[in-house]
C-alpha cells in the first residue's frame, strides 16, 4: 500500500463486501454497517477475563445475526 490511508480504504471496501454477502445469504442483518463494526471493535473487552469475553461476543452477536 502507498500510504496507511490506502489501506484502510481498502480494508473498508473488504469489510463492506463481507458485510453484504453476510446480509445476502440472509445471516446478517442488511442494516449492518462497516462503522458498527468498528465500534464493536473499540468496545471489545480485550484485558478481560475469557468470561467476559464470551459473553460480549454472545452479546453482540444477538444485535448483528438474523438468527441470533
Known amino acids: 500500500y502507498r500510504t496507511e490511508r490506502d489501506a484502510m480504504v481498502r ?31 473499540s468496545t471489545m473487552p480485550a484485558d478481560e477475563p475469557d468470561e467476559s469475553r464470551r459473553r460480549w461476543a454472545e452479546t453482540i452477536s444477538r444485535g448483528l445475526l438474523r438468527t441470533a
Open 11 to 41: 480494508m473498508a471496501g473488504a469489510l463492506r463486501r463481507l458485510l453484504q454477502q453476510g446480509a445476502g445469504s440472509g445471516d446478517l442483518r442488511p442494516d449492518v454497517e462497516p462503522a458498527d463494526i468498528y465500534l464493536l471493535m
